[in-house]
């Protein structure tokens, strides 16, 4: 029997219990934001939420977590994870997500004495994730793991809660996922990635847009749906554009359009 809402809730709520005090690592994403609601309603003030600003974080993703953090009366600590002063995490190696997550963990340790919790859930134990091994480095623990609770439980979670905004949030990873490896993270290519996302998705319908900046150029992913009704006229007027939104920041390499594949600038190396 499919456990219900209820059920998966009462399970992560004795995940929390079983915590003194915790530091919600909150990306602005569906899954750590429903995390810190929940964490909030069962632990009340033993709950401070941490939120880390950086190029690699998109603004709305900031706003969207100061919003819900004073609509919802959350302790919202707003920080600098200092990634960007690591020469080990610009450099971009295949395991990037590693120094980024040691950095925000580090990061939040300097600023409490508590047990860090993720939002990681059970869908992404499958996926390769060097971030984990940072979370073991820091023990931090992952409530929703812990409480058997997978992607789409998160997101009827978030439903209950009433996070509808939230609830239906696509998969973002953060913006330097969209850098080939081995190719330096910079402030300004995140820069360009994130304007030429938001300039892709205001003049067409897709629910996936991706800007992956490779050695040979911009690739631009779409969704199944949105690619095949992109007639070759209309994206070429998008090429253009892009081009010229490259050019402005130093990027003079092609513009192609492609299916959207997951991982598709992480390169093994």
């Known amino acids: ?141 992952h409530p929703f793991v812990e409480a058997g609770i997978d992607k789409s439980q998160v997101r009827a979670i978030a439903h209950s809660f009433e996070l509808d905004d939230v609830a239906t949030l696509p998969a973002s990873p953060c913006l330097s996922s969209r850098l080939e490896t081995g190719l330096r993270v910079t402030p300004e290519a995140l820069r360009l990635v994130h304007e030429v996302e938001r300039y892709v998705r205001g003049c067409i319908d897709a629910s996936s847009v991706r800007c992956r900046v490779r050695r040979e150029g911009l690739v631009i992913e779409l969704d199944d749906d949105a690619f095949d009704h992109l007639g070759p006229n209309r994206q070429q007027q998008l090429r253009e554009e892009i081009a010229r939104l490259a050019a402005a920041r130093g990027q003079g390499a092609p513009v192609l359009f492609a299916r959207y594949r997951m991982g598709s600038a992480f390169l093994r190396e």
């Open 1 to 141: 029997m499919t456990p219900t809402v209820a059920q998966r809730l009462a399970d992560l709520y004795g995940a929390l219990d079983a915590m003194a005090q915790v530091a919600v690592a909150v990306s602005g994403g569906v899954d750590s934001m429903t995390l810190a609601c929940a964490a909030h309603r069962r632990l009340g003030d033993r709950a401070t939420m941490f939120h880390a600003v950086s190029p690699a974080v998109p603004p709305e993703a900031t706003e969207r977590t100061r919003r819900h953090a004073a609509r919802l009366g959350w302790r919202l600590e707003v920080i600098e994870a200092g990634e960007f002063a690591d020469p080990d995490y610009v450099r971009n190696p295949v395991n990037r997500c590693f120094f980024c997550k040691s950095n925000l963990y580090a990061s939040i340790a300097r600023h409490c004495d508590v047990t860090i919790v993720s939002g990681t859930n059970l869908d992404d134990l499958a996926d390769f994730r060097p971030g984990l091994e940072a979370a073991r480095n820091h023990r931090v623990r």
